[in-house]
């Protein structure tokens, strides 16, 4: 296509010159030619060059958009069908456990009620996700510590997870793909001015998660 439009270019050239020069001397005609027919080789350079660069930049933008692709279908490879009780999460799963299931109120000794319900969920992960790094997060509500011996909510919820952490460990799980971390009030899911919203925000939560990924996201 390209050829084709320098082709008529010049031809349309070399008529508008030899119409030009009118009743020049043969060299003047000659030169004149020459310089035309320079810059529409220079005009074609130029052309050749932005086409070459446009390409560029599809191929960038193809390969970007491909990338893209192929993240989004494994975080929907990741987010397919999982155990009962669990949600999907980018890079694997989760499970949430009412507080009071596993702890009393203000304490962070497992509840001999709460054993099985880890019994469970170390037996899910390792059937389930074995190659999973397990995060343990720990979560309280708004309500100051005022009896127990714990300074904080804080604290409180980094126990309640390393307890967590344990018992997993206890279920056979190994214990380098096992964190315990804890969140104390600040990662609410409820309204803490109600009962039923300060119930839902004390939880532990329990990530499987790939090795890759540093932190579980909501």
Not at 88 to 93: E, L, Q, R
Request: proline share 3%.
């Amino acid at each position: 296509m390209f050829n084709a439009l320098r082709s008529l270019l010049v031809g349309a050239a070399l008529a508008a010159a030899m119409v030009s020069v009118g009743c020049n001397g043969p060299q003047e005609k000659m030169a004149t030619l020459e310089q035309r027919n320079q810059e529409l080789l220079d005009d074609n350079k130029a052309c050749q060059d932005e086409l070459a660069a446009a390409r560029a930049e599809r191929d960038k933008y193809h390969d970007e958009y491909m990338a893209a692709k192929a993240q989004l279908e494994a975080i929907q490879g990741q987010l397919a069908e999982v155990p009962k009780g669990w949600q999907a999460v980018p890079g694997g799963a989760m499970i949430a456990i009412e507080g009071s299931v596993l702890f009393n109120s203000g304490l962070a000794a497992l509840r001999k009620e709460g054993k099985p319900t880890l019994e469970k969920i170390a037996a899910t992960i390792r059937e389930t996700y074995p190659d999973k790094q397990v995060l343990v997060y720990g979560h309280t509500d708004t309500d100051p510590i005022k009896k127990s011996k714990w300074k904080d909510n804080l604290e409180l919820s980094a126990q309640r997870a390393l307890t967590v952490v344990r018992e997993l460990h206890a279920g056979g799980m190994d214990p380098a793909k096992l964190v315990a971390a804890g969140c104390g009030e600040y990662r609410a899911v409820a309204a803490n001015e109600t009962d039923d919203g300060r119930k839902k925000n004390r939880r532990v939560e329990i990530y499987a998660l790939d090795a890759r990924l540093k932190g579980a996201t909501k």
